[in-house]
Each structure stands twice: as structure tokens, then as C-alpha cells.
């Protein structure tokens, strides 16, 4: 069930108006029940998909806890949990992609490769529901968190709908006990909740829907554009893609949040970054804590020597990209990323000469902007391999950007008119990403609903009612997927 939808109108209010008039002790059971109903929606028969890694996870962190279990049998229980339930994300998600590997490998070698493609469906949010379980078990082995031994309390924790599909990612310790929490009605936090959403939907469908028309039509077939117009399809798909996600991971925490459930941030203004390091810590927060914690430190962080450190940082990035999908472009992403956090410390001092030489450090403030828009450029290169359909796609865009003189005579403001969207829809995408960022910037120190909460009455309606409107008036309505479902 697509949160921008009719069904998901009717869907929402229903579950939380049930929530609300239900006897605490029978809120767990609704939830688990809507949430088994929300996932259905997509493909009904894969909810035995998360069954089996539900079961799985749940037996191994009670197993893992026996009294009388040594370090070693408790070790082998966690390591055959993450094999389990990743084998399930392997046959699911990556079975094809070795497998047309192995088979071109086999055709360049002139071998018979009998074995043909799968036809399967990749569960939606197959990768989000089992990072979420592989951290209950791990927080569990190193002893954080105790082993939930109400079994639908724990299908509720890595089922909860709102962030079922494509996170945030949440840990036991922030999530499970508010199960057993009793949460009242509350006003401010209702409507806290509902504006939150509100201004996702917004984001969803009248900036990234509409700058999806303009960013498929570039990507789909990219070698009817060069210069200017590819470069104004990557800066939207940058736009994209975040007010897509983003969108998505205000709508969940929104509708949690209503119900009195805290769920972690999972942006931060990701764009407004001053480096590589400093993007990562503000874009899809609760997956690169999830590295962070679960793989990166494992290897040994940067308590290891410099050589190690930068490999534990490429390795950890490189895995993240092939987490995001089964195709070489995103082994690339990734790989790209993890460049430019090693490029980063190896010019650590080159750059800090620059800055005494040019007097840049001086200025703080421009200092801060020019790293901006040296970061942001850095950023949509990666994201040209993220949104390609192949590798020889993204290394035709990569390697057609600089003919942006093509992008200014005639025809090239032809092509930047014919990239499907009309004029109104692209001054409406170029003024609603203006009102955002604007937004953005004004909230560096405090969260915009919250400056309105001071504010008269009729000026926050008025804001409120504005938002609505323009979603209603510029929105996009073709119950267009979010981005991150296919992960």
C-alpha cells in the first residue's frame, strides 16, 4: 500500500482511530494485524517471506541466551541467524544477478551455461525488514538487548507498518519496549504528527513526482540528450530521490508519531553537507549507523591502522552500494563513495593549504559555502550510477555533461523544454525545491513546526492550509511508487 494513495487515505485513520478506542491490551494485536494487511496490498503471498525470517531471528535470540551456552555455541547460533535470513535477501535479490554473471563469464569463455534467469519478484522492502532483524539478534549476542519473548510483540517490531517497507531502520532498544507502552491521545503531538506527513506528501508529490517525469525521460533513453539537459536530469534526480525518500520517511514517522511512537530521524538537510563524511551523516541516517555499527567497527573502524581504516571504510561503502540493489551501477555507487572519503584524507592537507594560501579560512562563512557546492557536484556524479539503467548508460552521461555549450544555443533549449515537462511543471519543481531548501536553511537551529507553534494562530493555519492546497493544486497523482520500495 503506497502511502500516497486512496487506500492508504482510508487506511491510515482507520488504523489510528482503532488504536486509539481499543483497550491497550488488545492495541498490539490491530497493529500486527494492519500491518500484515498493508504489506499484502503489494504481493499478499510474501508475507511468509517475512514469516520465516521472523521465525528465524526470533528462536536464535532466545537460543542465544540458554544458560549454560558458551561464547563459542552463542557465536554459532548468531552466525547461522545471519546466514538464515540473508540467505533469503540472497535468493530473492542477488540469485539473478550472479547468476547472468556467471553466464556471461561462461559466453566469453565459449562454455555451456545451462541455468537460466529465475523468475521471481523481489519482495518489496525485502532489505529493510531483514536489516532491522539482523540487529534485534545482534544487539541481543552482545547483550543490549533482551531477547523479546512475546513473539507477536516481536512480528509487531519488524512488521510495524509505517516503517515496514523502507525503514528507518530501527533498533530494539528504541523501538520494541514502546510496544508495551500505553500512549494517550495527546493534541500537540497529533497534529506534530499529522503536519509532519503532510509536508512528506508534499515533498513526495509535488517535487519528486513531478521531477520524475523530467529525470525518466533524460535516463530512460539518454542518448537523445547531451550536455545541459543531462546535467539538469542529475540535479533533479538528486532532488528526486531525496524528496522521494525523505518524503516517505516523514510520512512514517509522522504516522507513528501520531500514535505516540518515536521512530529516529533519518534526514538531516543531507544537501547542505560541507563533505562527503558530513553527507553520509545526514542522508538515510539509520542505514549508515546500521554499517557503521555492524560493519565498519567490526573491521575494525579507525582504530586500525591508516591502511586498514581507509579499506574498512571502502569495503563498508562498496557493500552498502550492492546493498542497494543487484546491478554493477550500484557496486559503482558505492565504490565512488568510498573514493571520496579515501581522496578525502589523503588531501587532508593539501586543502588546508589551499585554504591558508587562498585566505579562504579566513572567511568562515564563505569557506562554509564554497565546500557546499563543491560537495553537492561530488554528490550528483555518484547519483548519475544510482539512477542509470547500466554502466554504459551512466558512462555515456558522465562523459556527454561537458557539452554544455550544446545546452544554450536553440536547440539545446529545445531538448531542456522537451525533457517532458511543460513550463508550469518545471516552474513549479524549481519553485517548490526553492521553498524547500529555503525551509531548510531557516531551520538549522530549531524544526520549522516547531518556530510556527510560537507563532498567531491564523499565521500557522495560513501556512498549514497553503501546504494543503499547493499539494492539492501542484500535486501529482499517479500513485507513482517510492524510489526505495525496490530495495
Not at 304 to 328: C, D, E, I, M
Not at 373 to 400: E, M, N, Q, S, Y
Not at 426 to 443: D, G, N, P, R, Y
Request: glycine share 6%.
Amino acid at each position: 500500500m503506497l502511502f500516497n494513495s486512496f487506500e492508504f487515505l482510508l487506511f491510515f485513520p482507520t488504523v489510528t482511530l482503532l488504536y486509539f478506542l481499543l483497550p491497550h491490551r488488545f492495541r498490539w494485536q490491530m497493529l500486527l494485524i494492519s500491518s500484515c494487511l498493508f504489506y499484502m496490498a503489494f504481493i499478499p503471498r510474501y508475507i511468509a517471506i517475512l514469516g520465516v525470517t521472523i521465525l528465524i531471528d526470533y528462536f536464535a535470540a532466545l537460543w542465544i541466551v540458554r544458560p549454560g551456552l558458551t561464547p563459542r555455541k552463542k557465536k554459532g547460533v548468531l552466525t547461522i541467524s545471519i546466514l538464515s535470513t540473508c540467505l533469503v535477501l540472497v535468493v530473492f535479490k542477488y540469485c539473478n544477478f550472479f547468476n547472468n554473471n556467471f553466464a556471461a563469464i561462461a559466453r566469453v569463455l565459449g562454455l555451456n551455461y545451462p541455468i537460466g534467469v529465475l523468475n521471481i519478484i523481489l519482495p518489496i522492502g525485502l532489505s529493510f525488514h531483514t536489516f532491522q532483524s539482523l540487529s534485534y539478534v545482534i544487539e541481543v549476542y552482545r547483550g543490549n538487548q533482551k531477547p523479546e519473548r512475546h513473539f507477536g510483540i516481536y512480528a509487531l517490531y519488524v512488521m510495524f507498518y509505517p516503517q515496514l517497507v523502507a525503514g528507518p531502520i530501527e533498533r530494539p532498544q528504541n523501538l520494541l519496549h514502546q510496544f508495551y507502552a500505553k500512549h494517550t491521545f495527546d493534541y500537540q503531538r497529533v497534529t506534530d504528527g499529522l503536519k509532519l506527513m503532510v509536508w512528506g506528501l508534499f515533498k513526495k508529490v509535488v517535487i519528486a513526482d513531478r521531477l520524475a517525469i523530467a529525470v525518466n525521460t533524460v535516463y530512460g533513453e539518454p542518448r537523445e540528450f547531451t550536455g545541459l539537459p543531462l546535467i539538469v536530469a542529475t540535479v533533479f534526480f538528486a532532488f528526486q530521490i531525496y524528496c522521494d525518500f525523505s518524503g516517505y520517511s516523514d510520512i512514517a514517522i509522522g504516522a507513528a508519531q501520531v500514535m505516540g511512537f518515536r521512530l529516529m530521524d533519518n534526514f538531516n538537510r543531507p544537501y547542505f553537507a560541507k563533505s562527503i563524511a558530513e553527507f553520509w551523516k545526514r542522508w538515510h541516517i539509520s542505514l549508515s549507523t546500521w554499517f557503521r555499527d555492524y560493519l565498519y567497527i567490526p573491521l575494525g573502524g579507525n582504530r586500525a591502522k591508516t591502511w586498514r581504516w581507509q579499506f574498512n571504510l571502502f569495503v563498508t561503502f562498496l557493500v552498502s552500494g550492492f546493498w542497494h540493489g543487484a546491478n554493477w551501477t550500484y557496486v559503482i555507487w558505492g565504490a565512488l563513495n568510498g573514493f571520496y572519503l579515501i581522496s578525502s584524507i589523503w588531501t587532508h592537507n593539501l586543502r588546508q593549504t589551499v585554504c591558508r594560501v587562498t585566505t579562504l579560512d579566513r572567511y568562515p562563512t564563505l569557506h562554509k559555502y564554497v565546500k557546499v557546492a563543491i560537495t553537492f557536484p561530488l554528490v550528483c556524479v555518484a547519483w548519475i550510477f544510482f539512477r542509470a539503467k547500466g554502466v554504459h548508460d551512466a558512462w555515456f552521461i558522465l562523459t556527454h555533461l561537458q557539452n554544455v555549450h550544446r545546452g544554450f544555443h536553440l536547440i539545446g533549449a529545445w531538448q531542456l523544454l522537451q525533457m517532458g515537462l511543460s513550463r508550469y511543471d518545471l516552474t513549479v519543481a524549481v519553485v517548490a525545491i526553492i521553498i524547500m531548501e529555503s525551509l531548510h536553511a531557516i531551520q538549522r537551529h530549531c524544526k520549522i513546526r516547531h518556530m510556527l507553534a510560537e507563532k498567531p494562530i491564523w499565521l500557522r493555519w495560513s501556512v498549514y492550509y497553503v501546504l494543503v492546497v499547493g499539494i492539492i493544486f501542484f500535486g501529482v497523482f499517479e500513485q507513482r511508487s517510492f524510489i526505495y520500495f525496490q530495495f
